[in-house]
């Protein structure tokens, strides 16, 4: 089994309530459990950052589906590696609820993403991507 992670953002074409996202969520985590995909979700604003982890395959099938989500829009791969072990385990998709997220500064993360968004040159992307991933993973660890 190759185990990985895949980081990405993305933008909803439309403003969405945080009813639907928690509805969205319970149900990623529900059909993520069949495929021993855990992760995290952060939704700031509009935008979209998600931590994915599991075999290789499986992980990259879904970010592909999510891809071709139509409330998506600008869907971006950050970062897709291999890695030794999970950081959230027991997280099937954790979304960050609003009693979490006071924790985060989402601020900064929002700065992030904006930041990642206006560089299109592919040779900072993993230099940002890493900036993003290591902040995200720092500040979602301090919130579980």
């Known amino acids: ?33 069949k495929l021993d995909i855990s ?8 935008h979209f950052m998600q ?10 099938q879904l970010y592909e589906k999510i891809r071709q989500d139509v409330r998506h829009t600008e869907v971006r791969c950050l970062l897709c590696k291999n890695v ?3 950081l959230f385990p027991k997280w099937g998709m954790r979304l ?7 924790k ?3 601020d900064r993360l929002n700065r992030l993403i ?4 206006i560089h299109r040159d592919t040779g900072t992307r993993s230099v940002v991507a890493r900036v993003l ?5 720092r500040q979602l660890s301090e919130a579980a």
Not at 51 to 60: A, N, R, T
Not at 96 to 102: G, Q
């Open 104 to 106: 985060l500064d989402l």
């Open 1 to 33: 089994m190759a185990l990985a992670q895949i980081i990405y953002i993305s933008r909803s074409r439309h403003k969405m309530e945080l009813g639907k996202i928690v509805e969205i969520a319970a149900h990623s985590e529900s059909n993520n459990a």
């Open 51 to 60: 931590l994915l982890e599991g075999e290789l395959s499986d992980i990259i």
């Open 84 to 86: 030794t072990k999970r």
């Open 114 to 117: 904006e930041e990642f968004c």
């Open 39 to 46: 992760g995290a979700l952060l939704a700031v604003g509009q």
């Open 133 to 137: 991933l290591d902040d995200f993973k």
């Open 96 to 102: 960050l609820d609003t009693e979490s997220a006071a």
